[in-house]
């Protein structure tokens, strides 16, 4: 997916876009870069590649070199950006966070006549940016470029410019499926996407922009340049996986609904609950979902296995295959009292091809466990999501749903996606037989899709559950 972090000051503000940049790189391991501004020199501008290195390490050579009181940074699964614009609105740097799912259709409009032109990727794709910010040169102003993108776009677009003022112009996409927070010290105001992040940093709350909404921040206040529309699509994914534990979306803490969400789970479940010897989380976001679990359910909660992740933090991996198989197992570091021999309830954030769950399961029997039981903190994902980078695949068959639902009844399957989905049901039960005789475990369960809306507690209308039930 991706985040964002800006600032605008009185005071120079290079440490804090530095800093709220890389409490944002649990979003994205690809790309990332900062743009600063200062009156005198204009646009000072760094992408690296952060594929196998932690952003801190990519950037803080280049700290000594910038200075400036506005500045924008990001991090991205995407495209490298921000990128610097020159056109009839002015020189302006812009990063963006979403999806296009018609970027072929509005490059081929852009090229029906002479003079356009795209930088291409070495993929021959365009940049996602570069696509945005000429929809947005297309209006008469910024603000009426943006409306013009968003209104353009299939698909999801959250938008960062920082003008060549200086001052930043935040827009939240046109369904608020992602967060906008503005944040505020004595100095001036930040935008982020995880609140924690400008916290930490000394900003206190703000505002959060409704969806849609455009918003110009400068040192010395904020404004609404178009304001929020009515119908708010946010990503319920944000609280089960992407989210960082104390971020805030919509006034609903991630944390605190993960332990919701265990506890509903357990409570759902009720006397069909296993005999088990402890409930464990899959580091590191099943870890509060599970906490929530082991305490409606009265289970002890352990950590029968440790991720070691000093030498490959977080995703980062070797782009050898069999190099990146051997660094998955060695991440895996078990207990031994905590296995052999006994009955573990594991609760995951989610399953989505479930590879990397099979070969953790089979490292739990192989480390003496007596049965492994698996609980997804989400329901059954069966479509790729077209909004966001989340559970997003070439094809709906490499999701272990659909593709599980393929093998039962081929094409005929899908007739019955919302059976499947449901585990009361026959279809729901055979469902889940046939991956636990895939991935090798005792039992399976999945959270309901009533029971994970009770848990964020925000009206169901603004939630996004597409992947779920493939409507918009």
């Known amino acids: 997916m991706g985040g964002f972090f800006g600032a605008v000051s009185r005071r120079d503000v290079v440490l804090d876009v530095f800093f709220g940049t890389d409490y944002h790189s649990h979003l994205g391991t690809r790309n990332a870069g900062l743009t600063v501004w200062n ?52 020189i302006y740097a812009i990063t963006t966070v979403g999806v ?6 509005l490059v081929n409009e852009r090229f029906s006549g002479a003079g356009q032109q795209f930088m291409a990727m070495s993929s021959g794709q365009v940049n996602t940016t570069e696509l945005v910010a000429a929809l947005i040169n297309e209006g008469d102003s910024l603000c009426s470029g943006i409306l013009n993108a968003q209104e353009k776009i299939d698909g999801s677009m959250t938008i960062l410019v920082l003008t060549s003022d200086g001052d930043i112009i935040a827009s939240r996409d046109r369904f608020g499926r992602l ?20 916290r930490k940093l000394g900003y206190d ?52 609904m993960r332990y919701r969400n ?7 479940e009720g006397s069909s609950l296993p005999e088990v010897d402890y409930v464990a989380g ?24 440790v991720k070691y992740t000093p030498t490959w933090p977080r995703s980062f991996m070797p782009s050898n295959q069999g190099v990146r198989d051997q660094v998955a197992k060695m991440k895996l570091i078990p207990v031994p009292e905590l296995i052999e021999d006994k009955k573990l309830l594991f609760v995951d954030d989610s399953i989505v091809r479930g590879t990397q769950l ?37 094809s709906d068959m490499e999701l272990l749903a659909r593709r599980t639902i393929a093998e039962l009844e081929g094409k005929a399957g899908e007739k019955h996606m919302s059976e499947y989905a449901d585990s009361a049901t026959e279809r729901g039960q055979c469902m889940l037989r046939r991956i636990c005789e895939k991935l090798g475990f005792d039992s399976l369960g999945y959270q309901s899709l009533d029971g994970l809306l009770e848990a964020i507690g925000v009206d169901r209308d603004k939630i996004c559950t597409y992947c779920w039930t493939g409507k918009e």
């Open 282 to 305: 899959v580091p590191d976001s099943g870890l509060p979902h599970a906490i929530g679990f082991a305490n409606r359910s009265a289970r002890p909660f352990a950590r029968p296995f």
């Open 100 to 105: 296009v799912n018609n970027a072929e259709q």
């Open 179 to 198: 967060p906008v927070h503005i944040g505020r010290d004595k100095d001036g105001f930040c935008v982020a996407f995880e609140s924690f992040a400008y």
């Open 262 to 268: 265990g506890e509903i789970m357990a409570r759902d």
């Open 358 to 394: 099979q070969s953790t399961v089979q490292f739990l029997y192989n480390s003496g466990a007596r049965e492994v039981h698996m609980r997804s903190a989400c329901p059954p994902i069966l479509y790729s999501c077209r909004f966001l980078n989340f559970s997003r695949s070439n």
């Open 39 to 90: 009156r005198s020199d204009g646009f000072e501008r760094q992408i690296h590649s952060i594929a196998n290195t932690p952003f801190r390490t990519k950037f803080e050579n280049d700290l000594g070199r910038f200075s400036g009181t506005s500045g924008i940074g990001c991090i991205s699964d995407s495209d490298p950006q921000p990128l610097l614009v020159r056109s009839h609105l002015g």
């Open 205 to 256: 709350d703000a505002y959060e922009l409704g969806p849609g909404e455009i918003v110009r921040v400068a040192p010395t206040g904020f404004e609404t340049l178009s304001p929020a529309g009515s119908k708010m699509r946010i990503c319920a994914f944000l609280w089960t996986y992407y989210g960082y534990p104390n971020s805030n979306y919509e006034g609903v803490n991630v944390e605190l």
